[in-house]
């Protein structure tokens, strides 16, 4: 593989069922522990999915350089306009108050401080960037906003929607002026998670990582199981050290020493803990999502089935959905899943390419498409149960 797409991709988290069109790569497959002298210490996966690289420092370092962009042109106040976030509880007290936000010194200093979410980077004794590299909580994590709009405590598998992965990865000096221009398309919250491998552009929003306890197919097209889609980010994406082979996508690479797959296990399980987001108090109308359920059960869930509400590891071809076949045409699989819904509140807009701003969109987007004629109000109650899942 070439190019120099190597941010962090879209991946689903999930159970580890595997589809029954999907032959998952040996690589992905769970190793034992590893052993260290007589004791065997298992990895964090809290920690993992926070702060491994898995060795992505020589991608955003030697070759994308951004150990000289961050100093040069990336100050706390840029850092946010992107839509990088600061964990606050990575900050001595008090040290925004007197921070210059206005200087790329400062950004230095966060990464120094490990505030930065999903930035890894090494600071030396003269308070010179050396190296950094990116980890899964750039795409996969925000901020509560408790501090300041992008500054809060991590809320780790929320999606950030505010995270401009395109425009990041343009500021790279070693991007060809028409490569930026292409990722400047791209826009907030959305990545393309192929271009990479095909050439082609077609970004795709960045999803939820949370929820997904028991979920067979954890990605828009339903690739492989969890740890398949960790191993293609962390080493298509975002430039780690390991193996990874698929030939159904014609994608085979083998870096060593392999520091992607014996943390595999370990970050599914922690990514299969991270419970939805309940709906804020007063969100919703309960009368009206309670009569709203009765419509869903009769029109949606033969494909949104079950307590996950979705009939994974079932692929549904686009033309069964309305949904634009592009994206699926560049897939393993040439198919989507249907999407289990949790947490809909909190992550519009909706589809895989954000073609719906609202529930009451994608209410009306199946309306239309499976004739289900409904009436006004029951698709308001529609509305009103999906906005309680």
């Known amino acids: ?89 990575a900050l001595p007290p008090g040290i925004l108050d007197k921070a210059d936000l206005s200087s790329p010194a400062t950004t230095v200093a966060l990464i120094k401080l490990g505030a930065v979410v999903g930035i890894e ?20 994590s925000t901020v509560d906003d408790s501090v300041a709009p992008g500054i809060g405590k991590r809320l780790d598998g929320w999606p950030n929607r505010d995270l401009d992965v395109g425009a990041i990865i343009a500021l790279s000096p070693a991007v060809p002026e028409a490569e930026k221009k292409v990722l400047r398309s791209w826009g907030k919250g959305r990545y393309d998670p192929r271009r990479s491998i095909d050439k082609a552009n077609g970004p795709v929003l960045i999803p939820p990582a949370y929820g997904l306890k028991g979920v067979a197919a954890e990605t828009y097209t339903g690739d492989g199981p969890v740890s398949y889609w960790n191993a293609y980010v962390a080493i298509t994406q975002m430039g780690g050290k390991g193996k990874f082979d698929d030939k159904r996508i014609h994608v085979t690479l083998d870096a060593t020493p392999d520091l992607v797959t014996p943390l595999l296990p370990a970050l599914r399980d922690y990514q299969l803990s991270i419970a939805a987001p309940t709906p804020p108090a007063g969100s919703f109308d309960a009368s009206a999502a309670q009569r709203g359920r009765v419509v869903f059960d009769s029109a949606c869930a033969s494909c949104h089935a079950g307590s996950q509400y979705t009939d994974s590891p079932k692929l549904h071809a686009p033309e069964e959905t309305g949904m634009n076949p592009a994206y699926a045409a560049r897939s393993a699989t040439t198919r989507y899943r249907a999407t289990p819904l949790r947490g809909l509140w909190q992550h519009a ?20 498409r499976l004739s289900l004629k409904l009436t006004s109000a029951q698709k308001k109650d529609l509305v009103e149960f999906l906005k309680s899942l």
């Not at 004794?125 to 909580?137: E, I, R």
């Not at 390419?353 to 239309?368: P, Q």
Request: glycine fraction near 10%.
């Open 1 to 89: 593989m070439t190019g120099v797409l190597v941010l962090c991709g879209i991946w689903g988290c999930g159970g580890s069922s595997e589809p029954s069109n999907t032959t998952e790569p040996a690589s992905t497959r769970e190793p034992a522990p590893t052993a260290s002298g007589d004791e065997v210490s298992p990895p964090d996966g809290k920690a993992i999915f926070r702060h491994s690289t898995f060795g992505d420092e020589e991608k955003w370092t030697d070759q994308l350089r951004f150990h000289e962009v961050i100093p040069s042109a990336v100050d706390p106040k840029t850092a946010l306009k992107v839509g990088l976030k600061v964990d606050s509880e």
């Open 121 to 140: 980077g090494k600071v030396d004794g003269n308070d010179k960037l050396v190296s950094v590299g990116v980890t899964c909580a750039l795409c996969h």
């Open 349 to 368: 807009p909706y589809f895989h390419d954000g073609s719906a701003a609202t529930l009451a969109e994608v209410v009306k987007h199946y309306d239309r």
